[in-house]
């Protein structure tokens, strides 16, 4: 059904921001509650961030409040993570996802993700 294409990974340094993109080609887009996963080599798959449907309530992982922003454009199918003052323990590939329930429950995700590497 929904198909999830993650952009916008990449190398950046320490402090460093970066701004993630997911496109939903889903009809159903802006009933679904989005959210961002990301998981690092050798560890499993953790929340990041959430936002609800109406773009009125988002949640955030406690290791990235206050440095990371998820915001969505209904309109253009689009869920977006802007990540600032980016740490090394950052680095992991970043999903999104539809949540199958809130705020902190995916379902299956699409895309391929987009790996974030931090450098030290």
């Known amino acids: 059904q929904v198909q999830l294409v993650e952009s916008g990974g990449g190398l950046v340094q320490a402090g460093g921001s970066l701004r993630l993109s997911c496109a939903a080609s889903?009809?159903?887009?802006?009933?679904?509650?989005m959210g961002w996963f990301r998981q690092a080599p050798g560890k499993e798959r953790e929340f990041v961030a959430a936002?609800?449907?109406?773009?009125?309530?988002?949640y955030y992982a406690d290791s990235v409040k206050g440095r990371f922003t998820i915001s969505r454009d209904n309109a253009k199918n689009m869920v977006y993570l802007q990540m600032n003052s980016l740490k090394p323990e950052d680095t992991a590939v970043y999903y999104c996802?539809?949540?199958?329930?809130?705020?902190?429950?995916?379902?299956?995700?699409w895309g391929q993700g987009t790996q974030v590497t931090v450098s030290s």
């Open positions: 996802t539809k949540l199958a329930a809130w705020p902190v429950t995916p379902t299956a995700y």
């Open positions: 889903g009809r159903t887009f802006s009933r679904d509650h």
């Open positions: 936002i609800s449907r109406t773009d009125g309530n988002t």
